[in-house]
């Protein structure tokens, strides 16, 4: 399996860091929601086409066989933040990587975000991404003996596990497993 060395992240490289709405120009954020896996690929786009974007990205250590190795994959799967006017993002949306485009209401505060998100992943900590799954949040399980099944976080007992309540037979049953094996429905 090749390794592939990081890739870029962020275009232009002071994005994040200068005073962007001074030099707005018709340029706004949105939020790309992608196929799935294309989030690579669509910044690949972009900094061809020299769109501003972020694409979080945070590594990911594993073994197979006997070497360990570390790929860099993205924070928000499924999306990218684009800094553009209407003929980018246009553009990026002729790239067939995208499902939709989010407008985001409040520009100032989803940059300021990830402004904090960048700082977050340039400290070296290791960093998890978090989902908010609430009590009485709709899932669906995705991997295990009891893939596929729905039903619905009844109470998280502690940041990494929760216990989801199964209707199956028209009774309930409750199950400990991890968030990652988790889908929100929608």
């Given amino acids: 399996m090749p390794v592939l060395q990081r890739e870029v992240d962020l275009f232009p490289e002071d994005l ?29 786009d972009l900094l061809a086409q020299e769109i501003g974007f972020y694409l979080p990205l945070r590594p990911c250590r594993y073994r197979t066989r006997r070497r360990v190795i570390t790929s860099h994959v993205p924070l928000f799967p499924s999306y990218v933040f684009v800094f553009a006017d209407e003929h980018q993002r246009v553009e990026a ?40 799954l609430e009590p009485g949040t709709p899932v669906e399980i995705r991997s295990g003996p009891l893939r596929g ?38």
């Fill in 16 to 44: 994040l860091e200068r005073d962007v709405w001074a030099e707005v120009n018709g340029r706004s954020w949105w939020a790309m929601h992608c196929r799935p896996r294309q989030e690579k690929s669509l910044a690949r």
């Fill in 93 to 132: 949306l002729r790239t067939q990587r995208v499902v939709r485009a989010l407008d985001v209401p409040d520009q100032l505060r989803l940059q300021n975000d990830l402004q904090k998100i960048r700082r977050l992943l340039e400290s070296g900590m290791p960093v998890t991404p978090e989902d908010r």
């Fill in 149 to 186: 099944m729905t039903g619905t976080i009844v109470r998280s007992m502690s940041r990494q596990r929760f216990v989801v309540y199964v209707d199956f037979l028209q009774q309930g049953a409750s199950v400990l497993i991890d968030d990652v094996d988790l889908r929100v429905i929608v």
